[in-house]
């Protein structure tokens, strides 16, 4: 098992995963430089060093996420054991002392405008604080398309919780107890915000342009998916 971390300052460093290591192989350096994930870090600046790359064949491991601490990528803020330069540390040599259990993960990206935010359903259900802190304050007109046809679905949320509310609906369900959902794989569903509106603006109001965005998209049955 390997569980990998970021350094957090000079001694201390944040979970990012647990690996299991499903075994390795040796390849050439040729073979080393053409992976992607290679590939990608060198487009990010990291320099190879030069005594590594004297040797003629890697070790290469094929490392399988283990999900069992994924409550905790992002979270947990560790002591790094002396000497801080070392990458790398044996777990059965080392202590790592808990330095911190963080709220929320400093993995998570910010919350984005309202209008950027495009989810699907599997995202629904992990869902960073801050943003469900956000979706839960925001009233107004939501979208949801079925990216395996593309019908569309308009909805509105107006009362406890609001978009988040409803959204944890769907993510509970899949459907939201509307009835053209209910039979489609919700896995195929985007989630985003049509517009916001005021939180002092009346429900009858939100429903009426409920309404206007369901005319402009043309999201009524059988040509979308609202049943009104």
């Keep these: 098992m390997i569980a990998s971390f970021i350094a ?10 647990l690996y299991r290591n499903a075994g390795g192989r040796a390849i050439a350096l040729t073979d080393y430089d053409a992976l992607p994930e290679v590939r990608a870090l060198a487009e990010l600046g990291m320099a190879a060093d030069p005594a590594e790359r004297a040797v003629e064949r890697f070790r290469f491991f094929d490392l399988q996420p283990d999900s069992r601490w994924d409550a905790w990528k992002g979270r947990l803020v560790i002591d790094w054991p002396p000497p801080a330069r070392s990458w790398y ?3 059965g040599r080392n202590r ?3 330095h911190a ?3 929320e993960s400093v993995l998570a990206p910010p919350v984005p405008d309202w209008r950027e935010i495009v989810l699907d359903w599997a995202e629904l259900r992990l869902l960073p604080t801050s943003w469900r802190a956000a979706l839960a304050g925001w009233r107004g007109i939501y979208h949801i398309l079925d990216t395996t046809d593309g019908r569309r679905y308009v909805g509105s949320a107006a009362c406890a919780d609001n978009i988040l509310g409803r959204w944890q609906n769907y993510a509970a369900t899949g ?3 509307n009835r053209h959902l209910l039979t489609r794989d919700p896995a195929g569903f985007r989630f985003s915000i049509l517009e916001r509106t005021s939180p002092d603006l009346p429900v009858d109001e939100i429903v009426r342009l409920e309404t206007t965005w369901k005319v402009r998209l043309g999201t009524r049955f059988p040509d979308g998916l609202n049943d009104n």
């Design 8 to 17: 957090r300052g000079c001694d201390q460093a944040v979970f990012a995963g």
């Design 89 to 91: 540390c044996w777990a």
């Design 96 to 98: 790592f002392p808990v």
């Design 101 to 103: 259990i963080l709220e």
């Design 175 to 177: 459907h939201g107890g």
